[in-house]
């Protein structure tokens, strides 16, 4: 199944955390898993928070960040566009999305994604207005 999947839910491949077993069952399913153009950056800036939070030791982080970047290689990165950008827009109104939020979703949309997983509810609710079938995870 073509997955899109955003930050919050992606993240929890990497570290143990709630949701990561059901994460592991759904990506099972997956045939190709898409992130949205921004998401290594926010991947980043969320490990870099549980460092400096001490939530998560310098040598963990640095292992879980490593692991991610190898990963990219079989992660399909959807290109910026203007349509991503249009779309995260057109939700902005109807929606109470942060902007990168909103940028997942339409990212998801423009990978014509057949499933899109998240552990954001407003992000999971747009998706689903979308007519993205969305699993959410806690």
């Known amino acids: 199944m073509r997955t899109a999947i955003d930050t919050s839910a992606l993240i ?54 490593a692991e991610f970047e190898q990963d990219l290689g079989d992660l399909q990165v959807t290109p910026w566009s203007a349509e991503i950008e249009d779309a995260a827009i057109k939700m902005l109104p109807n929606s109470n999305l942060r902007a990168m939020d909103a940028l997942h979703v339409a990212a998801a949309f423009a990978a014509e994604a057949e499933q899109f997983i998240t552990s954001d509810e407003r992000q999971a609710q747009a998706a689903k207005r979308a007519g993205i079938a969305t699993e959410f995870i806690h």
């Open 12 to 65: 929890k491949r990497y570290i143990t955390i709630q949701g990561g077993e059901e994460l592991a069952a759904l990506l099972a399913n997956a045939t190709s898993l898409h992130i949205a153009p921004h998401c290594r950056v926010e991947m980043h800036s969320a490990f870099n928070r549980l460092r400096l939070t001490k939530q998560m030791s310098a040598a963990a982080c640095g292992a879980a960040l």
